[in-house]
């Protein structure tokens, strides 16, 4: 090989972006990154990834990265010495916690850092401080989605791995724009569908691409997809038509659950959801025609008041027609960002441990308290939604963000942004001076992916290694370094010299996780939980039965009442979601100049119909104005969207963010926020 060839370095590491968690080499040479590689035995992806995985990597490399530690001087930051903010931190954080107690602290993980960084942050806030304040952004989107499958099939997790959504004979998704927030995925369904005639079924708002490609497409009114989910599982047990000999082995609460249907008939569903009753019946008889059917949901189901039992609805449909247990078949929530999986798998959660257990469990508490030497409150702490709320009650005075621009995520921004004021003392730990970072007292350089080790954890619950591709820039340090040197500083003796020894750790002490290592991570080997002590994984998670006490699901029983609609004076609906090229609020996509100059703004989606109705052309300026706030972009005429219906992407680049418009409504049974319901109005400020 040339000299020129031999500088080139490869390393193996993890997409970054979404959640499919595509891996592959990255070519390196000195600081430049060259370029991605897939590899064949890439678990999730083969040989394809998409543009983000691609060419989404300038961000590492940008001027805008934080190199040095910043405290907070009157309007301004200085720039200091790692020594000095840390010491500054663990002085502020005790005179609050000795002042106010521990549960007036509370930390936010991040779903970008490793599964190493999560258990350190939880342990950080649980061993060090004594709180159980600890969330993660799983709380923005997928913690309903979780809910519904403990509550009937016992794991918060894929069924089964993206192969089996592959080999599926029917794909229903519902509220997924999979092309552009998952796109190798999107890919994987397209293929199984040319190959050998997969049937694909989409419910969504608005027709996007898989919806162009669906073999039927169905467009719900907003909020109602657990309505059209109980009729057609009604009309199936009202047919006869339901798996006898499943339910019979495994699953209980079959005739309670039958009895609560009585309301769901086609009748009561054609009205609300605006399915007819003849969609319905053909629905429900495709989906009794084939032997496996998979089911692909993600944020237009989750983020409603009625997330949690809508994804109830998905898993009761599936328990009733047999669609659990076998390859091929199950419940796929689709996990929005790399590691939103595994940020709760290793116990970034109030009221759970790694590995999902209670809290509360004193058996299970006893054992970390064991570990850690240290007492652990028993009571679960305040989730992401209630520890803003706490801070604006004065309850929560200090807060600790690792990797999450809140202030633009959560919901509300004005209400979030105004708690931010109220706090005593605020650290954010990012790559980027973030909105977010604006108000803080302390901000803490870290760095991105390609700077450390670590693991992820995807969608189909498969952990995977990255490898350090590059020496972290300036002073910046790894998550998980500047965690333990704050539990140090507080006399903790965490000795931690590699993330290895961090998962050595959790696999010690969460039964999910006992035969993960490292060495049985190694390169291109991966693991999906849960992982046996001998070091056997569960591609396909339930073989024998489900994770109760005597191996049954059960059927939950679910109401329903309209929680939202549009009124006179906010009289058009908001729906909001990702596009191809930008990731979320774009902190990360923004900085590639590619992507950006294919993808520079967001844009407000508006239907000809509503366009022709006031008169608005492509290109207008226009106002949107909710009860919370406003938002101002331009306007895109398309038949994706239909009547009352806008569309808003989620990046926004400064000038038009969602999170301006939605409200603090949050899915009742997890406090995530109702993303999806916003009712507007639309001002036209210029007309093209
Ligand atoms: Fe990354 Fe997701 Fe694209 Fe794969 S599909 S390259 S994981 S963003």
Same mark, same amino acid.
């Given at each position: 090989?040339?000299?020129?060839?031999?500088?080139?370095?490869?390393?193996?590491?993890?997409?970054?972006?979404?959640?499919?968690?595509?891996?592959?080499?990255?070519?390196?040479?000195?600081?430049?990154?060259?370029?991605?590689?897939?590899?064949?035995?890439?678990?999730?992806?083969?040989?394809?990834?998409?543009?983000?995985?691609?060419?989404?990597?300038?961000?590492?490399?940008?001027?805008?990265?934080?190199?040095?530690?910043?405290?907070?001087?009157?309007?301004?930051?200085?720039?200091?010495?790692?020594?000095?903010?840390?010491?500054?931190?663990?002085?502020?954080?005790?005179?609050?916690?000795?002042?106010?107690?521990?549960?007036?602290?509370?930390?936010?993980?991040?779903?970008?850092?490793?599964?190493?960084?999560?258990?350190?942050?939880?342990?950080?806030?649980?061993?060090?401080?004594?709180?159980?304040?600890?969330?993660?952004?799983?709380?923005?989107?997928?913690?309903?989605?979780?809910?519904?499958?403990?509550?009937?099939?016992?794991?918060?997790?894929?069924?089964?791995?993206?192969?089996?959504?592959?080999?599926?004979?029917?794909?229903?998704?519902?509220?997924?724009?999979?092309?552009?927030?998952?796109?190798?995925?999107?890919?994987?369904?397209?293929?199984?569908?040319?190959?050998?005639?997969?049937?694909?079924?989409?419910?969504?708002?608005?027709?996007?691409?898989?919806?162009?490609?669906?073999?039927?497409?169905?467009?719900?009114?907003?909020?109602?997809?657990?309505?059209? #989910?109980?009729?057609?599982?009604?009309?199936?047990?009202?047919?006869?038509?339901?798996?006898?000999?499943?339910?019979?082995?495994?699953?209980?609460?079959?005739?309670?659950?039958?009895?609560?249907?009585?309301?769901?008939?086609?009748?009561?569903?054609?009205?609300?959801?605006?399915?007819?009753?003849?969609?319905?019946?053909?629905?429900?008889?495709?989906?009794?025609?084939?032997?496996?059917?998979?089911?692909?949901?993600?944020?237009?189901?989750?983020?409603?008041?009625?997330?949690?039992?809508?994804?109830?609805?998905?898993?009761?449909?599936?328990?009733?027609?047999?669609?659990?247990?076998?390859?091929?078949?199950?419940?796929?929530?689709?996990?929005?960002?790399?590691?939103?999986?595994?940020?709760?798998?290793?116990?970034?959660?109030?009221?759970?441990?790694?590995?999902?257990?209670?809290?509360?469990?004193?058996?299970?508490?006893?054992?970390?308290?064991?570990?850690?030497?240290?007492?652990?409150?028993?009571?679960?702490?305040?989730?992401?939604?209630?520890?803003?709320?706490?801070?604006?009650?004065?309850?929560?005075?200090?807060?600790?963000? #690792?990797?999450?621009?809140?202030?633009?995520?959560?919901?509300?921004?004005?209400?979030?942004?105004?708690?931010?004021?109220?706090?005593?003392?605020?650290?954010?730990?990012?790559?980027?001076?973030?909105?977010?970072?604006?108000?803080?007292?302390?901000?803490?350089?870290?760095?991105?992916?390609?700077?450390?080790?670590?693991?992820?954890?995807?969608?189909?619950?498969?952990?995977?290694?990255?490898?350090?591709? #590059?020496?972290?820039?300036?002073?910046?340090?790894?998550?998980?370094?500047?965690?333990?040197?704050?539990?140090?500083?507080?006399?903790?003796?965490?000795?931690?010299?590699?993330?290895?020894?961090?998962?050595?750790?959790?696999?010690?002490?969460?039964?999910?996780?006992?035969?993960?290592?490292?060495?049985?991570?190694?390169?291109?080997?991966?693991?999906?939980?849960?992982?046996?002590?001998?070091?056997?994984?569960?591609?396909?998670?339930?073989?024998?039965?489900?994770?109760?006490?005597?191996?049954?699901?059960?059927?939950?029983?679910?109401?329903?009442?309209?929680?939202?609609?549009?009124?006179?004076?906010?009289?058009?609906?908001?729906?909001?979601?990702?596009? #191809?090229?930008?990731?979320?609020?774009?902190?990360?996509?923004?900085?590639?100049?590619?992507?950006?100059?294919?993808?520079?703004?967001?844009?407000?989606?508006?239907?000809?119909?509503?366009?022709?109705?006031?008169?608005?052309?492509?290109?207008?300026?226009?106002?949107?104005?909710?009860?919370?706030?406003?938002?101002?972009?331009?306007?895109?005429?398309?038949?994706?969207?239909?009547?009352?219906?806008?569309?808003?992407?989620?990046?926004?680049?400064?000038?038009?963010?969602?999170?301006?418009?939605?409200?603090?409504?949050?899915?009742?049974?997890?406090?995530?926020?109702?993303?999806?319901?916003?009712?507007?109005?639309?001002?036209?400020?210029?007309?093209?």
């Amino acid at each position: 090989a040339s000299m020129r060839e031999e500088r080139i370095e490869k390393t193996k590491t993890v997409c970054t972006y979404c959640g499919v968690g595509c891996t592959f080499d990255v070519w390196t040479k000195d600081r430049k990154i060259l370029k991605v590689e897939p590899q064949q035995e890439s678990p999730a992806n083969g040989i394809s990834t998409c543009i983000k995985g691609k060419f989404g990597w300038d961000y590492v490399n940008s001027d805008e990265r934080l190199t040095k530690p910043l405290i907070r001087d009157g309007e301004s930051f200085v720039e200091v010495e790692w020594d000095e903010a840390l010491d500054y931190v663990v002085k502020r954080f005790s005179e609050i916690k000795k002042g106010n107690g521990a549960d007036a602290l509370g930390f936010i993980s991040s779903s970008k850092a490793t599964n190493e960084e999560s258990y350190v942050m939880q342990k950080l806030a649980r061993q060090v401080i004594g709180t159980n304040n600890i969330d993660n952004c799983s709380r923005y989107c997928q913690a309903p989605a979780t809910k519904g499958l403990f509550r009937t099939v016992g794991h918060g997790g894929d069924s089964g791995s993206i192969d089996d959504i592959g080999e599926a004979e029917m794909v229903i998704t519902i509220g997924s724009n999979t092309t552009e927030s998952h796109p190798v995925l999107g890919s994987r369904i397209k293929r199984s569908q040319k190959l050998f005639g997969q049937k694909l079924y989409v419910f969504d708002l608005r027709k996007h691409e898989m919806g162009q490609r669906a073999d039927r497409f169905f467009q719900p009114k907003s909020g109602t997809d657990l309505v059209w #989910l109980s009729a057609v599982t009604k009309y199936i047990i009202d047919q006869g038509l339901e798996n006898r000999t499943f339910i019979d082995k495994w699953v209980n609460g079959f005739e309670e659950y039958k009895e609560s249907l009585q309301k769901f008939t086609l009748e009561y569903a054609e009205q609300l959801t605006g399915i007819s009753k003849k969609e319905l019946i053909e629905i429900a008889e495709q989906i009794v025609s084939v032997d496996k059917l998979a089911i692909c949901w993600a944020m237009g189901v989750t983020q409603h008041q009625l997330g949690s039992d809508t994804s109830t609805a998905i898993s009761n449909l599936l328990l009733i027609t047999g669609n659990y247990m076998r390859n091929g078949t199950g419940a796929y929530p689709l996990r929005g960002h790399n590691n939103v999986q595994g940020c709760s798998d290793f116990g970034s959660m109030p009221n759970f441990f790694p590995g999902y257990e209670q809290v509360a469990d004193n058996d299970v508490r006893g054992r970390y308290e064991d570990a850690w030497g240290t007492e652990i409150p028993s009571e679960p702490g305040k989730d992401n939604h209630e520890m803003i709320k706490a801070i604006h009650e004065g309850s929560l005075n200090a807060l600790y963000v #690792l990797g999450e621009d809140t202030g633009i995520v959560d919901a509300n921004i004005n209400y979030v942004t105004a708690a931010f004021e109220k706090l005593d003392f605020f650290v954010i730990q990012d790559l980027f001076l973030t909105k977010t970072a604006e108000y803080a007292d302390v901000i803490l350089p870290a760095v991105p992916s390609l700077e450390k080790e670590g693991t992820f954890t995807n969608t189909e619950r498969r952990i995977q290694r990255l490898y350090k591709a #590059l020496d972290p820039v300036g002073d910046s340090r790894p998550d998980w370094q500047i965690i333990m040197d704050i539990a140090n500083k507080f006399g903790y003796d965490w000795g931690y010299s590699n993330p290895s020894e961090i998962m050595d750790e959790a696999a010690s002490l969460a039964p999910l996780f006992a035969g993960v290592s490292y060495d049985r991570l190694a390169d291109y080997n991966s693991l999906q939980w849960p992982v046996n002590a001998d070091g056997t994984d569960t591609p396909l998670l339930y073989t024998d039965g489900f994770p109760f006490d005597d191996h049954k699901a059960r059927l939950y029983s679910l109401e329903y009442e309209l929680k939202y609609d549009t009124n006179e004076k906010y009289d058009l609906h908001v729906n909001n979601g990702r596009v #191809l090229e930008h990731f979320h609020e774009g902190n990360m996509t923004y900085k590639s100049i590619g992507i950006t100059s294919k993808m520079p703004n967001a844009f407000i989606e508006v239907s000809p119909e509503l366009a022709e109705e006031r008169g608005i052309k492509e290109g207008a300026e226009v106002k949107l104005t909710s009860e919370s706030g406003e938002a101002t972009g331009i306007a895109h005429i398309t038949d994706r969207v239909r009547g009352k219906e806008l569309y808003l992407p989620l990046n926004d680049n400064g000038k038009l963010a969602v999170n301006y418009l939605t409200d603090n409504n949050v899915d009742k049974d997890t406090n995530t926020p109702s993303y999806k319901e916003i009712a507007v109005k639309m001002d036209v400020i210029k007309k093209k």
